[in-house]
């Protein structure tokens, strides 16, 4: 089926940067949209920002806008978040998701995708 793997993630000071990403491979007819979320120890899994493939169309939760970036490659089989002026507070396991054929835009819930990597730990030191 379809395989995610995250990468990039590690420690750094707070105010720093990272840039994550994920390969997407495998056999799959298509993707509509791939998305970040994240999930901090004791909490639940919360939404970060999602991409629609075609036309490079973004979406972010209200709380990382203009700190996270959500991109994709030339070949859209890669999705970025780059992360800027970290805070403690986003100490976390980040996970990619796609969507495979869903139409709907955007989505935020997890439920709503598909296939999910493994995750990639961030933390975020004051």
């Known amino acids: 089926q379809v395989q995610l793997v995250e990468s990039g993630g590690g420690l750094v000071q707070a105010g720093g940067s990272l840039r994550l990403s994920c390969a997407v491979s495998?056999?799959?007819?298509?993707?509509?949209?791939m998305g970040w979320f994240r999930q901090a120890p004791g909490k639940e899994r919360e939404f970060v920002a999602t991409?629609?493939?075609?036309?490079?169309?973004?979406y972010y939760a209200d709380s990382m806008k203009g700190r996270f970036t959500i991109s994709r490659d030339n070949a859209k089989t890669t999705v970025y978040l780059q992360m800027n002026s970290l805070k403690a507070e986003d100490t976390a396991v980040y996970y990619c998701?796609?969507?495979?054929?869903?139409?709907?835009?955007?989505?935020?819930?997890?439920?709503?995708?598909?296939?999910w990597g493994q995750g990639t730990q961030v933390t975020v030191s004051s």
């Open positions: 495998g056999r799959f007819a298509s993707i509509y949209s």
């Open positions: 998701a796609v969507d495979l054929y869903g139409s709907r835009w955007p989505r935020r819930y997890q439920y709503e995708y598909d296939s």
């Open positions: 991409i629609r493939r075609y036309d490079g169309r973004t």
